[in-house]
């Protein structure tokens, strides 16, 4: 009873003090005290007792506070009264003051008004720049304030003499003592413990995180000409491998994987928007410099609160918020593109003459005679005998891109951050580009003291123009350099080596591209939530969010109908080349996504007890819908409208899904419900532990929801009294975790349910009918992938100045989704018919370490970092085989990565017939010159049981560099990145001569021939045929590299010369992204080592640009 008693008695005397401490604004003159009293009480919740005959007595008030707390507002409006007052609950009760008290009164509450002032100043970090959103406040008081974008700051109602202090993240707390104008530059703190650090559903200080967390500095994924924000992480963080795809406009997202394969599907983390899930290509689209920070969940400890999504780990985005005096800020760049790479295509002569050698080797005549080859070789007519480089008639060398970003933020009631962005990109290819429009608002309103409300609302426009035909780069890699492009006479070429060539004219890639249609899209991407949080009392905050995501998608495809090119040599229509049908295709894909959620948390200190506690409910249900019409025969090209074209059925096509494969209908939900809790002692025993149970419409009723639960503990070493005399050790902690997730990426919306394939046609009563055929077949017993995580790590500070962080780390991931094998194959299904059954098991185990050293030496700043990944990945369990079946040049194998290549292992060349009779048999009739394969069960017989494990394509060893410095205004930084421990298989028109018709690259030059018998040439005896083209580990390669992915220059104009302009600051730079490349595979002369494995493609990109950032 006597505990009850004193913790009533404690929470009243709290909500007494919070209130008292309360903020009022006011702002009158010469106004009676009574209504100032009635202004006091609607801010302050708080009733004034006084009677009317006291209030006679009384001055009239002139006040001017913002922001002040209430005990501040009642000395400033008692100044020079006859009256006092006193607090009783929430009435402040006013009586006249005894005339004895008064003159000594009067002294006092002078001196004490005399003393509040207004602070105005400018917070700068060790470069002279302005930090926004630094802390400042009144030491001892619930008084503060932050500062704006540019760094500056107002206070009011602070007291001459007060302490300030001011903090920053990343920077040591600074104490000064108030004046009406300070100008503050902080230290940088190395102590990164001290941070801030965004984690689901809410922060926490990085002192307090038990788990794998890892933060990315937006100082590097700023003013770059990047065009995605995928790409812009790459090299930034360990235990997190970016491929930065190539790929023509809109398609050059990259990919993410965090810590490895975990299964034998889709690897992709979790994406979460300020509290949202969104898709990878929404996050990718995001413009960096609407970036607060980006978090990066790892071990289940981290990302099992939210649940079945989380197993590939999480990312999370904070956008910007505004704050105090409004700030316009304007940023830009202007860059260029050009390759990084290009195809490095033999010429007409030497394609001649190996063509002329692989016809040799294979016992056939030469097509180039003597005479022919010396045309080609004179280049005296290229009517006849062109020298063609194809790249260079599709691809300009150089292309603009550019980015304009205007935000304004600011606020104290309301706090606002606006922004619009247009990004602008033209490909190499001519006609063709890409423009984006993005808008962003983020508000929070505080309506009153107890509740506020925010809102974070994003659109995303990307227009897609193509005034040309859309041609793929396989095409481009099979034109030979002995075709004619465009003859003299203007017609489009006809001629190859000297002869009319209607099958070759037909595939001229820049005839296509000039003449073969047009081809536009655009999507339409809307992230919205509105999020309102009420804060009953101190500790307790009780929110309810509700968003809504959209996409849509349109594309508009004509190809034209052309008429036959008109032979150089003939002077005649070429039938070959004409192109009887136009076309039009257009495609329509939406999608939404709605989310209501419903959170409680509670946050308690009691002495050097820390509790946190949160718990919540949700519910998401998504929709997508597609469908495809292709109609033909229109009168002409110039058409856009579908009913425009020919209505016979025969011309008309409706499909419910695109080209790609996206499926047409979709509908899935989830509900959940989840809870954490966190407790610390003093700072040096932490404890978090959380759970989430999720229940998703893609499982049978009885199979639909699962728990996943998590805990991870710490130890803050440094804080032991035994520590205390170690200077150099700053902070120390060591973490362990461990958790379970399950995994629904690889799970189709309808996969417990039978399905059927629409659009079939069947023979009915001796006519054709439409109708549908058996697809996949259901499993009524599916269940989640179920991944286990453990997690050991180190965080350390030495001699604050080098900071730590390594983890070790295991991931198990069981129930791996599989076609189900106990299916015979003479039932006829394919594996996508097949049900899925929860077979398989993979292991991963790694660890991950990053390093930071922050400098000073007099005015020059520098910070050195870098990150190293090693993962071991391996699979154990494939329900009870020991492999699956092959799929192209990868196999899943007890004991082997996922996704291994599989192939057979070369042993070089042949060098003679003695060499080949020496030999194990081998298929296809080998000759010398041809690769060697090795018989690996010794069986004398290459067979299929002779290939083997050979490497993977996803890299197992990852690291990043980060080096950056300033002085006197200049900045220089410099990010790097690299990968080792992986493998690329070129094939096709990527690395095989002839193949279809292809061109051949320069590199075969250095191949096997009767004269040069090397059982290590680059490339085998020159055919037109696949007689090597077979899956060995020739066509592999080292795809190891290092490469510089930004380098930037910038200058900031010391404020002092803005100051006349009104002008908070400028910045001007120059930045370079992908500069150089250090390959590990000397062989890779021409080929980019982030591109695909097979085929040509679009190059990946190189930029230079120039930027402002531009602050008011």
């Known amino acids: 009873m006597k505990l009850a008693t004193f913790l009533l008695v404690a929470s009243i005397l709290q909500l007494h003090a919070a209130s008292f401490a309360q903020k009022i604004s006011l702002s009158v003159k010469n106004e009676p005290l009574s209504k100032v009293f009635i202004q006091v009480s609607k801010q302050s919740g708080y009733d004034f007792l006084v009677s009317g005959s006291t209030l006679k007595k009384t001055n009239p008030v002139t006040i001017d506070v913002k922001n002040v707390p209430l005990e501040d507002v009642l ?93 920053y993240i990343g920077y040591q707390t600074t104490e000064v003592r108030a004046s009406a104008n300070v100008r503050i530059t902080l230290s940088p703190l190395v102590n990164t413990l001290e941070d801030v650090v965004v984690v689901a559903y809410g922060t926490q ?50 990919s993410i994987n965090v810590r490895g394969r975990a299964n034998l599907g889709s690897s992709s983390p979790l994406f979460v928007v300020d509290g949202v899930v969104v898709t990878q290509n929404d996050f990718a689209r995001i413009n960096p410099n609407d970036v607060a920070g980006i978090s990066i969940l790892k071990d289940a400890s981290s ?50 003459i190996l063509r002329n050698e692989a016809e040799t080797n294979l016992n056939r005549t030469p097509l180039y005679d003597a005479a022919t080859l010396e045309a080609i070789k004179a280049q005296s007519n290229p009517d006849l005998y062109p020298n063609t480089d194809w790249y260079s008639l599709i691809l300009n060398k150089r292309a603009p891109m550019m980015e304009h970003q205007l935000s304004v933020s600011g606020g104290e009631k309301t706090k606002y951050y606006l922004s619009g962005a247009y990004f602008g990109q033209n490909s190499l290819i001519e006609g063709k580009d890409l423009k984006r429009y993005s808008l962003r608002s983020n508000t929070e309103t505080q309506v009153s003291d107890k509740f506020k409300v925010s809102s974070n ?30 003859q003299s006479n203007g017609e489009w070429g006809s001629v190859t080596a000297g002869k009319e060539n209607a099958t070759l004219a037909a595939a001229n890639q820049l005839r296509l591209l000039k003449e073969g249609g047009r081809n536009n899209y655009n999507t339409n991407r809307f992230i919205g939530n509105l999020n309102g949080t009420y804060t009953p009392f101190e500790g307790l905050d009780i929110s309810g969010l509700f968003s809504y995501n959209a996409y849509n998608y349109f594309k508009s495809s004509f190809n034209n109908k052309l008429d036959p090119i008109i032979g150089f040599i003939s002077n005649t229509p070429l039938e070959g080349t004409r192109i009887k049908t136009n076309q039009l295709t257009e495609s329509w894909q939406s999608s939404s996504n709605v989310l209501a959620q419903a959170t409680a948390g509670y946050e308690k200190n009691i002495e050097q007890h820390y509790f946190k506690i949160l718990a919540g409910v949700s519910y998401e249900k998504t929709q997508k819908r597609t469908v495809q019409v292709v109609r033909k025969e229109f009168p002409n090209n110039d058409l856009n409208a579908i009913n425009a074209g020919s209505t016979l059925p025969v011309n008309t096509t ?94 189709g919306d309808y996969d417990f349910y039978d399905g059927l394939n629409a659009g079939s046609t069947i023979i009915f009563n001796q006519s054709k009918q439409d109708g549908v055929t058996p697809g996949k077949l259901a499993n009524p017993l599916l269940s989640w992938e179920k991944l286990t995580t453990y997690n050991a790590g180190l965080d350390a500070t030495l001699f604050r100045s080098l900071t730590l962080q390594l983890d070790a780390f295991s991931r198990i991931t069981k129930d791996i989704l599989l076609p189900d094998p106990n299916i015979p194959d003479e039932a006829g299904l394919a594996d996508g018919e097949k049900p899925s059954v929860n077979l398989g098991t993979v292991k991963n185990k790694g660890f991950e370490l990053s390093l930071n050293y922050n400098g000073k030496i007099n005015d020059f700043n520098y910070s050195i970092g870098g990150n190293v990944t090693k993962i071991w990945n391996k699979v154990t369990d494939l329900g009870g085989a020991n492999e699956t079946a092959p799929n192209g040049y990868y196999i899943n ?69 980060n080096l950056s410095s300033s002085y006197k205004g200049f900045d220089l930084s410099v990010l790097g990145q690299g990968v080792s421990d992986v493998k690329v298989y070129l094939e096709q028109e990527a690395s095989q001569a002839f193949f279809n018709g292809a061109g051949v690259k320069n590199y075969v030059l250095d ?21 090597n083209y077979g899956l060995s580990s020739f066509w592999l390669f080292d795809a190891s590299y290092f490469r510089v992915k930004a380098i930037t220059l910038g200058y900031t104009i010391p404020k002092h010369m803005l100051d006349k302009a009104k002008i908070k600051g400028v910045r001007v730079y120059v930045s370079s992204n992908n500069p150089f490349t250090i390959r590990g595979d000397k062989r890779l002369k021409d080929f980019d080592p982030e591109a695909p494995s097979a085929r040509s493609a679009y190059p990946s990109l190189k930029t230079i640009s120039a930027g402002l950032n531009l602050t008011l």
């Open 893 to 961: 194998r007890i004991g082997q990565p996922v996704g291994s290549f599989y192939m057979w292992e070369s042993e070089g060349l042949f060098v003679d017939e003695a060499d080949i009779d020496a030999h194990a048999k081998q298929p296809n009739n080998p000759k010398p010159g041809d690769i060697k394969y090795k018989d690996q069960d010794g069986n004398k017989t290459i067979d299929g049981d002779d290939r083997v494990i050979n490497g993977n394509d996803v890299p197992y060893f990852t690291y990043g560099l």
């Open 205 to 254: 200080k990085k002192v307090n995180l038990s788990g794998a967390v890892n933060t990315v500095n937006t100082k590097t994924i700023i003013n770059r000409p990047v065009t995605s924000l995928t790409n812009a992480l790459q090299g930034t963080v360990p235990g997190v491998a970016i491929k930065s795809s190539p790929g023509d406009l809109g398609n050059d997202l990259g």
């Open 1007 to 1027: 191949r096997w021939t009767v004269d040069n018998p090397n059982p290590n040439a680059a490339y085998p005896r020159v055919t037109n045929d696949t007689q």
């Open 457 to 486: 609302l994003s659109y995303i426009r990307d227009g897609y123009k193509n005034d040309n035909m859309e041609i793929g780069f396989t095409g481009v890699g099979r034109a030979i350099p002995l075709s004619v492009a465009q």
């Open 654 to 747: 409706v499909r419910s899904d695109l080209d790609d494969g996206v499926a047409g209908v979709g509908e899935s939900a989830l509900a959940s419900v989840f809870t954490r809790f966190n407790y610390a002692y003093a700072d040096k025993y932490l404890l978090e532990a959380s759970a989430r149970n999720d229940a998703s419409s893609r499982f049978a009723p009885d199979h639909r929801s699962a728990w996943y639960p998590s805990a991870s503990v710490a130890w803050r070493l440094s804080q032991e009294d035994f520590m205390k005399d170690l200077t150099a050790v700053n902070e120390l902690k060591f973490r362990l975790s461990a958790g379970k997730l399950g995994n629904i990426n690889n799970v």
């Open 303 to 352: 990302s099992s609160i939210y649940g079945a999504r989380a197993a590939n780990g999480v990312i999370l985005v904070t956008t910007k918020k505004g704050n105090g005096t409004p700030t316009i800020s304007y940023n830009a760049y202007f860059g260029s593109q050009s390759p990084t790479y290009l195809p490095d295509y033999a010429d007409a002569y030497n394609y001649a």
């Open 75 to 167: 000395i400033s409006i008692f100044k020079n009264q006859p009256i006092t007052y006193a607090i009783e609950t929430n009435t402040i009760v006013i009586k006249e003051r005894p005339k004895n008290m008064v003159s000594n009164a009067k002294s006092e509450l002078s001196t004490a008004i005399n003393q509040v002032m207004e602070v105005s100043g400018t917070i700068l970090d060790e470069t002279g720049k302005g930090v926004p959103g630094a802390s400042i406040k009144v030491k001892g008081k619930e008084l503060g304030t932050s500062t704006d974008e540019s760094g500056n700051f107002k206070l009011a109602g602070v007291t001459d003499g007060a302490i300030l202090v001011i903090s």
